[in-house]
């Protein structure tokens, strides 16, 4: 059976669409169907970002107009008719998916009391419980510099939930849980408990006293969630981006200075985050601000709104390409008033293209909500079918338990910059950057990510360089390796992080979006060695496939193994699927299937099948096998029955390189399935190679990944 949720609120700009978010990724991790479903939009004409955000959540696979209901015209037109669509059209979402979060409507151009009855009505009407959000703020501004929002106190929300459940009792809707957000963040408990002397005050006057418990949750006010960002400003002032980069438009906008005197006055005004509103015309103010933009002596701009519709000369824009500066300079046609005007007025969207908002509102929800009460509440069990989603979210979890320290030595990649800020507010990890630390930390203020809680340490920084060249040239002191040879080759990034790792300075690294396999694992041979036992490094790829994930190796380090090779990758694979949580059954893989075909490739693998059985025989390993024998159970029956791994394999050891590598892509094409990986095996402390066409997800997992792997090294 379906469970849904329906969330709604009171009043607009309440923060519904960030606990939106952090329901649908709640229920992600337990269900491996999450549909969405807005039963009232705002038109048909324009898209719902709301729900444009939320569909674009890996959990969910539904097409934008399936999962709308009606519009307000509709509602207006015919209440009950529109009811009626409403209910068929969720009973068509509802057949696809396992859980649905229902989002109520908006208030944004209604704003009336009856919103919230009719929202209730429609949510009695769904059969879903209703997750009520209460606005902690008396004035719904934009941020503390756009504008002015003042935080109600513990008894005015008290108030508002009096009568929001009130409204809710009256059209019969059931209350599933009541979350107060944007609350003062000093008071938070103070909040929760005034909503939860009204919450139990109308369970008893509505009879309900012998029911299940409502939870009550508060979440604190994040300027960074309601503030604008430049791409809004943007779209507000109807402008045209017309220099600096693209990328930065996400950055959140914390403030406005209307440049209307001359420079030497504009200059002192500059605020941290803030659009400056310069006239087109007023070319020397703009070339000032772009100056002290990039001096690193004035507060760091969100961007420039050049109004007024005048051209720039054709020597200032020399000037400013000459520059260089990638901060986003607007232009718009407006006068200044209606351009400050429009920018104070433009609300913060928690959208999918910014990943800063994205993770601060997931970050926020993970830290104050909690999300196993509410998943089991709406009676979701952990299924026992895992989606490569609910796998990821396993990692991540995994990582929490115990963080460690991973250190990122390519902190001039955006990639690395951006997959670090997500780590460091979803608790992934501790991390530490390799990069000049001005650089590192300007371009990360510029991208409008937080990486406050990372250290940024430079490669060259003398005192670890010294430390580590002395340690350097001790370890290849055998190949005649000098002091002042190792003092510049550790300067070298790759170096440098894997000396951090051997000496206790990080737990881990993830490396390789700008730098090749070789250049990352080749000090790790040098520096960190194998592990005890252990004669090869090696590789896997956890594969998440639809129901389940599986290991594969070796995909990427070892081209033609030997049966002694090919045993050790066997035992460090099925220590590294015990790591992640996967019951190890090996599959040796051949062309032939026990003692149905013989060759030197078959007499290899069974080989290396005695030698797993003599080195760890508590191991549950078959082979030589074939693939179909070891993965499929009608073919193991007729293939090998009676055995404990043919048909039910989770670990598959290829022969060679070629054949691994090979495998794997066409499965992750073919079958759709999740490659993470490679996950690097065998070494004494880990150190991960990236693919240089990593996604920001792709470094994500693979930092928790390395710290889950960290987390089972020996100190």
């Known amino acids: 059976m379906t469970q849904s949720i329906y969330i709604t609120s009171a009043e607009g700009h309440s923060g519904k669409s960030s606990v939106a978010l952090g329901v649908l990724d709640a229920l992600s991790r337990v269900t491996p169907r999450a549909g969405v479903f807005r039963p009232i939009a705002r038109s048909i004409a324009e898209r719902d970002y709301v729900l444009e955000m939320l569909l674009d959540h890996d959990s969910v696979d539904l097409a934008y107009d399936d999962c709308v209901g009606v519009t307000y015209d509709d509602v207006r037109d015919d209440a009950d008719a529109a009811l009626a669509r ?39 009407n ?39 459940i009130s409204e809710l009792q009256h059209e019969r809707a059931a209350l599933f849980a009541v979350i107060a957000n944007r609350a003062d963040a000093d008071r938070l408990d103070e909040v929760v408990a005034s909503v939860r002397h009204v919450v139990d005050a109308a369970a008893v006057v509505g009879g309900t006293t012998e029911q299940r418990t409502v939870p009550v949750w508060a979440l604190p006010e994040d300027r960074f969630l309601i503030a604008p960002s430049v791409r809004g400003v943007l779209r507000s002032v109807e402008g045209e981006l017309i220099k600096g980069d693209p990328a930065l438009l996400t950055r959140e906008v914390l403030g406005v200075v209307v440049a209307g005197m001359s420079m030497v006055n504009v200059l002192p005004r500059l605020k941290e985050s803030a659009v400056v509103v310069i006239p087109a015309d007023r070319t020397e103010v703009l070339l000032a601000a772009l100056l002290a933009n990039a001096s690193g002596t004035f507060p760091s701009l969100a961007g420039i709104v050049l109004n007024g519709g005048f051209e720039l000369p054709d020597a200032i824009v020399r000037l400013i390409d000459g520059l260089g500066s990638p901060l986003p300079i607007i232009a718009t046609d407006l006068g200044t008033y209606d351009t400050a005007v429009r920018i104070m007025n433009t609300r913060g969207r928690l959208a999918a293209d910014s990943q800063h908002r994205y993770d601060t509102a997931l970050a926020l929800f993970e830290r104050h909500i909690d999300t196993e009460l509410l ?35 390519e902190g001039t990649d ?10 460091l507010s979803r608790g992934i990890a501790d991390l530490t950057i390799l990069g000049e630390p001005i650089e590192v930390r300007g371009r990360a203020i510029e991208l409008g990510i937080d990486l406050r809680d990372a250290e940024v340490l430079s490669p060259f920084d003398a005192v670890h360089v010294d430390k580590f060249a002395t340690e350097y040239a001790r370890l290849r002191a055998h190949k005649g390796v000098t002091y002042a040879q190792a003092a510049d080759t550790v300067t070298d990034v790759s170096y440098f992080g894997t000396l951090m790792v051997h000496l206790g300075l990080a737990d881990g690294m993830v490396s390789g979006a700008a730098h090749t396999t070789a250049h990352t694992i080749r000090p790790a041979f040098e520096i960190i060695k194998t592990a005890p036992g252990v004669s090869v490094v090696s590789s896997v790829f956890l594969m998440a496939l639809a129901d389940r994930v599986l290991v594969y190796g070796d995909c990427a380090v070892i081209p033609d193994p030997t049966s002694e090779q090919l045993a050790d990758i066997a035992v460090s694979s ?5 790591q992640f949580g996967i019951a190890p059954r090996v599959a040796m893989l051949s062309y032939s299937t026990g003692e149905s075909g013989t060759g030197a490739d078959v007499e290899k693998v069974r080989t290396a099948t005695a030698l797993v059985r003599e080195r760890a025989p508590e191991l549950l390993v078959e082979g030589p096998i074939q693939y179909d024998a070891a993965a499929d159970a009608a073919v193991a029956r007729a293939k090998m029955p009676g055995s404990a791994v043919a048909g039910r394999a989770t670990v598959f050891v290829f022969p060679d390189l070629n054949t691994g590598n090979n495998t794997y892509k066409a499965v992750q094409r073919s079958a759709g399935a999740v490659a993470i990986g490679p996950v690097l095996q065998g070494l004494n402390k880990p150190i991960n190679d990236l693919s240089r066409g990593a996604l920001v997800d792709d470094i994500v997992n693979t930092i928790a990944i390395t710290a889950i792997q960290a987390q089972g090294s020996p100190e």
Do not use: W
């Open 574 to 578: 099925a220590a590294t699927a015990e």
């Open 414 to 423: 955006d990639r690395v910059l951006r997959a670090a800020a997500t780590v």
């Open 375 to 409: 998943t089991s509440e709406l009676g979701l069990a952990r299924p026992s079918v895992v989606t490569p989603l609910m796998f990821e979210y396993g990692l991540v979890d995994r990582a929490r338990t115990d963080r460690r320290r991973i250190v990122l030595p």
């Open 126 to 164: 769904l059969g879903a419980p209703v997750l009520l959000v209460l606005g902690g703020r008396a004035q719904q501004g934009h941020s503390e510099t756009l504008g002015l929002s003042v935080a109600r106190t513990p008894q005015e929300v008290g108030q508002i939930a009096s009568l929001a």
């Open 86 to 124: 409403i209910v068929e059209r969720y009973k068509a979402v509802e057949a696809q998916c396992d859980a649905v979060v229902i989002i109520g409507s908006d208030y944004t151009d209604v704003g009336s009391p009856a919103e919230l009855a009719y929202n209730a009505r429609i949510a009695a």
